[in-house]
C-alpha cells in the first residue's frame, strides 16, 4: 500500500470574471479512496473537477498528482497520468456505438485498434452494457449512458476517476447497482471522487465526505461525522 497521497490539492481557487466559484480549497486523496463531494447547487463541484481534470485552469493554488505538479495541465495530459472522469450531463457520441464509445477511452493506451477493442468489452462487461455493445449510445437509457460513461473513463486505466452526478435521475435499484459499481472499482484499486446529491447512494460507500458551500470547502470528514456537522446542516437547511 503506497500510502504517499495520490493527489494533493493546496490552497485551489477558480474564478470567472468576478464570480469566485472555487476558493483556498486543499485535501488530499489516497490510493483506492472512495471520496464523496457534496454541495448545494452551484457551490463549486463540477468547477473543481474542471480543475483536476484540466478542463480549467486555476486562479490559484497547486494540484499535485503522484507527487507532480499538474496544475494548470491539459484535459488529454491529465488523462494520460491517470485522472479520468464523467461528465454531469453526459457527452456521449450519440450515433457510435456503446462499444466505439469506450474504445475512444481504449485508445488512450491501446494504440492497436484490437486491443482497444479488447479493453472497451471488457469495461462494458465491468459495467453490465455487453449486451448492449452494438446498441447507438443515443438510443441507450439514461441510466446506461451514464455506465456508458464510466466505461469510456475505465478504459482509460485511470488512478483516479471523477464521477460527476452518476446517480442523478436512477431509479433506486439504479441507485444501488451505481454504488455496488462504486465499489467494484475501489477493489481495482481506482480511487474516485464522487460528487452527488443522492444521498443514499454516496453515504454507505464512501470513505471520506468533502463538502463545500459557495467555493469554500467547509467540512471533511466520515459521513457518519459530515452527517452530524452544523455547518453542513446549516448549508443545505439554507438553500
Ligand atoms: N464556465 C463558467 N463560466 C462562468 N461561471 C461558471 C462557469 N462554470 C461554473 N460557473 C459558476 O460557478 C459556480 C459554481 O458552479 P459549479 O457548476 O461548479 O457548481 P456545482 O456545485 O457543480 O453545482 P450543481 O450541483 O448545480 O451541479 C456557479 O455560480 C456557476 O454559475
Ligand atoms: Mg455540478
Given at each position: 500500500?503506497?500510502?504517499?497521497?495520490?493527489?494533493?490539492?493546496?490552497?485551489?481557487?477558480?474564478?470567472?470574471?468576478?464570480?469566485?466559484?472555487?476558493r483556498?480549497?486543499?485535501?488530499?486523496v489516497?490510493?483506492?479512496?472512495?471520496?464523496?463531494l457534496?454541495?448545494?447547487?452551484?457551490?463549486?463541484?463540477?468547477?473543481?473537477?474542471?480543475?483536476?481534470?484540466?478542463?480549467?485552469?486555476?486562479?490559484?493554488?497547486?494540484?499535485?498528482?503522484?507527487?507532480?505538479?499538474?496544475?494548470?495541465?491539459?484535459?488529454?495530459?491529465?488523462?494520460?497520468l491517470?485522472?479520468?472522469?464523467?461528465?454531469?450531463?453526459?457527452?456521449?457520441?450519440?450515433?457510435?456505438?456503446?462499444?466505439?464509445?469506450?474504445?475512444?477511452?481504449?485508445?488512450?493506451?491501446?494504440?492497436?485498434?484490437?486491443?482497444?477493442?479488447?479493453?472497451?468489452?471488457?469495461?462494458?462487461?465491468f459495467?453490465?452494457?455487453?449486451?448492449?455493445?452494438?446498441?447507438?449510445?443515443g438510443?441507450?437509457?439514461?441510466?446506461?449512458?451514464k455506465?456508458?460513461?464510466?466505461?469510456?473513463?475505465?478504459?482509460?486505466?485511470?488512478?483516479?476517476?471523477?464521477?460527476?452526478?452518476?446517480?442523478?435521475?436512477?431509479?433506486?435499484?439504479?441507485?444501488?447497482?451505481?454504488?455496488?459499481?462504486?465499489h467494484?472499482?475501489?477493489?481495482?484499486?481506482?480511487?474516485?471522487?464522487?460528487?452527488?446529491?443522492?444521498?443514499e447512494?454516496i453515504?454507505?460507500?464512501?470513505?471520506?465526505?468533502?463538502?463545500?458551500d459557495?467555493?469554500?470547502?467547509?467540512?471533511?470528514?466520515?459521513?457518519?461525522?459530515?452527517?452530524?456537522?452544523?455547518?453542513?446542516?446549516?448549508?443545505?437547511?439554507?438553500?
Open positions: 500500500m503506497n500510502t504517499a497521497p495520490l493527489l494533493a490539492v493546496d490552497g485551489l481557487g477558480k474564478a470567472f470574471q468576478g464570480l469566485v466559484a472555487n483556498d480549497i486543499s485535501f488530499t489516497h490510493h483506492g479512496e472512495i471520496i464523496g457534496i454541495g448545494p447547487n452551484g457551490a463549486g463541484k463540477t468547477t473543481l473537477f474542471n480543475c483536476l481534470a484540466g478542463f480549467h485552469t486555476p486562479t490559484s493554488g497547486r494540484i499535485a498528482f503522484e507527487g507532480r505538479d499538474v496544475t494548470g495541465s491539459t484535459p488529454e495530459a491529465a488523462a494520460a491517470g485522472i479520468a472522469r464523467t461528465f454531469q450531463i453526459v457527452r456521449i457520441f450519440q450515433s457510435m456505438s456503446a462499444l466505439e464509445n469506450v474504445m475512444v477511452g481504449a485508445m488512450l493506451r491501446n494504440k492497436r485498434v484490437a486491443a482497444a477493442r479488447e479493453r472497451a468489452e471488457a469495461e462494458l462487461s459495467v453490465g452494457l455487453s449486451h448492449r455493445a452494438a446498441v447507438p449510445a438510443d441507450l437509457t439514461v441510466s446506461e449512458q455506465r456508458l460513461e464510466v466505461a469510456r473513463a475505465l478504459a482509460t486505466e485511470p488512478k483516479l476517476i471523477l464521477l460527476d452526478e452518476v446517480m442523478a435521475g436512477l431509479n433506486p435499484t439504479e441507485v444501488r447497482e451505481a454504488s455496488a459499481l462504486v467494484r472499482i475501489h477493489l481495482r484499486g481506482i480511487a474516485s471522487i464522487i460528487v452527488e446529491h443522492v444521498m447512494g453515504m454507505p460507500i464512501a470513505h471520506r465526505m468533502l463538502v463545500l459557495y467555493g469554500a470547502k467547509i467540512a471533511d470528514g466520515t459521513p457518519a461525522e459530515i452527517a452530524e456537522n452544523p455547518a453542513v446542516i446549516a448549508a443545505y437547511l439554507g438553500e
